[in-house]
């Protein structure tokens, strides 16, 4: 890691729109910034154009946030801090399917799907990131979406089981209200794009929490040199895991120096949910399901760089496709041919999966914004004037 001191950001308003409406989402708050912005680069290999998993061609990401109410909970009323997060590989997956594997390093939550894919080896419609409740109309959706795209399915042709995953935000959300609908989750398929990608508290990062600051979604990519195959590595993040003292920022034991002992410890109340870590991985390298799953776990390596221990009530589960070969639907004849890479020549696309992966969390923690939730529980976002801080002590 290398820090270079900048500017201190100036101060606004931390705002959420949902539905083109405006929604105070905190009290006064610093403008938020990438953790590269800060001056603090990871790794060693410099990111895509956009620093994003949609620096991976053809993939495209798209969210819908929903806020609304405030004070006290009424269960299936609000207030609601939450919303749906999703990632399409290509266009057309459902005919031009993409060769993927997943891993699950602790399995204390959900990704439904991953038994099809284990079995298949490949990935035939969008990924979709929520709350726990949500699961089941959020694969609603999904299907309802893919329905309308592919009138056939389940008539002359095949069924589909989504991949929906999960991640608590029943500290700040009214998560028995299961407020995203099937319409909310079409219109974020519909919505999304390849360009930039919107990340902390947007989607189903709005009511995360991690390492006890405010968490949510996060990105990042890596750009390989021509001599190693000039493949990118994409990553995305929904971040709801972590202890404050285990955080780990480029190296620094950030959680440990932010606060004193006394307020760490209150920090950590009895019964408080452990959290999880939703990682999507996407490349252009040549690589089949078995190296895929290979890929998903060393992103693990990633996550254990920024702190995480994965803990007994965690959910950590890992995800990679490639958009490299095409598998094809009901192909007419009985071969088809893939592009394959060599094992031998896979380090360094495991070395910017790791590096993307941190990166991409620490980019989660550093754009979210301050939320008041649910019973006026309040989530901080890390301040980034006291990281900066922290951060040039530790590297003067």
């Keep these: 890691m290398r820090f270079s001191s900048i500017l201190t950001a100036s101060l606004l308003c931390g705002i959420l729109l949902y539905s083109g409406v405006s929604v105070p989402a905190a009290e006064t708050a610093e403008a938020r910034q ?18 994003a998993i949609t620096d991976v061609a053809g993939v495209k990401v798209g969210h819908r946030t929903l806020v609304s109410g405030e004070g006290p909970l009424k269960p299936g009323q609000g207030p609601v801090r939450t919303g749906v997060t ?21 399995g204390t939550g959900e990704m439904t799907g991953l038994a099809w894919v284990a079995e298949s080896g490949f ?21 309802s979406w893919m329905i309308k795209q592919y009138p056939a399915i389940g008539i002359e042709d095949d069924t589909l089981t989504p ?43 709005t009511g995360m929490v991690s390492y006890g600051f405010k968490g949510g979604i996060g990105t990042a990519s890596r750009k390989l040199p021509d001599k190693e195959g000039g493949y990118t590595v994409g990553v995305l993040v929904n971040a709801n895991h972590g202890r404050r003292p285990e955080l780990i920022v480029g190296g620094v034991p950030v959680g440990k120096l932010y606060e ?25 390298a040549p690589l089949d ?3 895929l799953t290979r890929l998903a776990k060393r992103a693990t390596l ?30 007419k004849e009985p071969t088809y041919t893939l592009t394959h890479m060599a094992d031998t020549h896979l380090n360094p696309v495991i070395t910017a999966t790791v590096e993307a992966t941190e ?4 980019n989660a923690l550093t754009t979210a914004t301050t939320v008041i939730g649910r019973d006026g529980h309040r989530v901080e976002a890390i301040s980034l004037a006291r990281l900066k801080a922290l951060l040039t002590a530790s590297h003067p």
């Design 34 to 51: 990438r953790i590269r912005d800060l001056g603090v680069v990871i790794g060693n290999y410099p990111p895509g154009p956009l620093n």
């Design 163 to 205: 991949v929906v995953a999960e991640c608590d935000d029943g500290r700040l959300n009214d998560i028995q209200g299961r407020h995203v609908s099937e319409q909310d989750v079409m219109a974020a398929l519909d919505g999304a794009s390849s360009g930039s990608v919107k990340e902390g508290t947007v989607g189903a990062g």
């Design 359 to 362: 990166e991409a969390i620490l």
């Design 123 to 143: 990935l035939e419609y969008p990924i979709a990131l929520t709350n726990t409740l949500n699961v089941p109309r959020v694969a609603n959706g999904v299907m």
């Design 260 to 284: 004193t002992p006394q307020q760490m410890s209150e920090a950590l109340t009895p019964g408080q949910s452990e959290g999880s870590i939703i990682v999507v991985i996407a490349t252009d």
């Design 302 to 331: 990633g996550l254990a760089r920024t702190g995480s221990t994965a803990r007994h009530g965690s959910g950590d589960f890992m995800l990679a496709f490639s958009t490299a070969n095409v598998i094809p639907h009901y192909p």
């Design 289 to 291: 399901s078995r190296q």
């Design 86 to 106: 999703v990632v399409i590989p290509r266009n057309d997956v459902w005919h031009r399917k993409v060769p993927a594997g997943a891993f699950v390093l602790n």
